[in-house]
Nanobody, 127 residues
């Protein structure tokens, strides 16, 4: 239905910034909830931020609120995660994902609620 490819990860020092991109192809006309998740070594895959593909509600996890911003460019079929003031605890593989909307007002926060996933991109923050 939709294919997702993340890019933009890398190795940075604490306090620096990165912008992750998620390029979408396929059926991008559906108003998916688009989520960013991250998975640290030995940990589960946790929600970071959510935005609807065609606009609407957004969500940002408390752990990154004020530092990370989710956005999208529909003309480019691309989702972004701007990450500022990075901390070592932000080190993780970052994934983008798409949720098929059953209720357009609902913001899905659980991994199991997402239907399509990218392959992930590694972000490493050194102290």
């Amino acid at each position: 239905q939709v294919q997702l490819v993340e890019s933009g990860g890398g190795l940075v020092q604490a306090g620096e910034s990165l912008r992750l991109s998620c390029a979408a192809s396929g059926r991008t006309d559906i108003n998916y909830a688009m989520g960013w998740f991250r998975q640290a070594p030995g940990k589960g895959r946790d929600i970071v931020a959510v935005i609807r593909w065609r606009g609407g509600s957004t969500y940002t996890a408390d752990s990154v609120k004020g530092r990370f911003t989710v956005s999208r460019d529909n003309a480019k079929n691309t989702l972004y995660l701007q990450m500022n003031s990075l901390k070592p605890e932000d080190t993780a593989v970052y994934f983008c994902a798409a949720n098929i909307p059953l209720n357009p007002w609902y913001i899905p926060l659980s991994r199991s609620e997402y239907d399509y996933w990218g392959q992930g991109t590694q972000v490493t923050v050194s102290s």
